[in-house]
């Protein structure tokens, strides 16, 4: 009983490893059309294969291709949110890195922001989210 199970197995391992290669490379590859044959054949009994001829496809007519359906507008699928306009706060004269607020005009410090950062408005709470541009 064990050396008819080995026997399938190895045979099953050889069967894989040998002809299963070969096959896939078959299956994978596009077939090459059939030498083509010009004249009557050689006296030797060989054929001399030409190189099929490359053909260009002729361009539709204008009478045979129907005019071209122009599509109808339709909405666009994904709607834009509307801009939020986000005020630039102004510089205190005379202080560096301070700004008035443009919401309440109250001076706050915006030493270490780059300027064109968003800076939340520390004098509102968060969940107000009152956000100003640093000059």
Do not use: H
Request: hydrophobic share 30%; glycine share 4%; with cysteine.
């Amino acid at each position: 009983m064990k050396s008819t199970r080995s026997l399938r197995w190895s045979t099953a391992a050889f069967l894989a490893t040998c002809l299963l290669p070969s096959c896939i490379s078959l299956w994978s590859r596009n077939p090459e059309p059939p030498p083509r044959l010009v004249g009557p054949p050689p006296e030797t009994g060989t054929y001399t294969p030409v190189p099929a001829a490359e053909t260009k496809p002729q361009p539709p007519s204008v009478k045979d291709s129907p005019a071209p359906q122009v599509p109808k507008e339709s909405p666009p699928l994904v709607q834009e949110k509307p801009r939020v306009k986000i005020p630039t706060a102004v510089p205190v004269p005379g202080k560096e890195g301070v700004v008035f607020s443009p919401f309440n005009n109250k001076p706050v410090d915006v030493k270490g922001f780059a300027s064109g950062t968003l800076v939340a408005d520390p004098t509102f709470p968060l969940d107000q989210k009152k956000y100003f541009r640093v000059p």
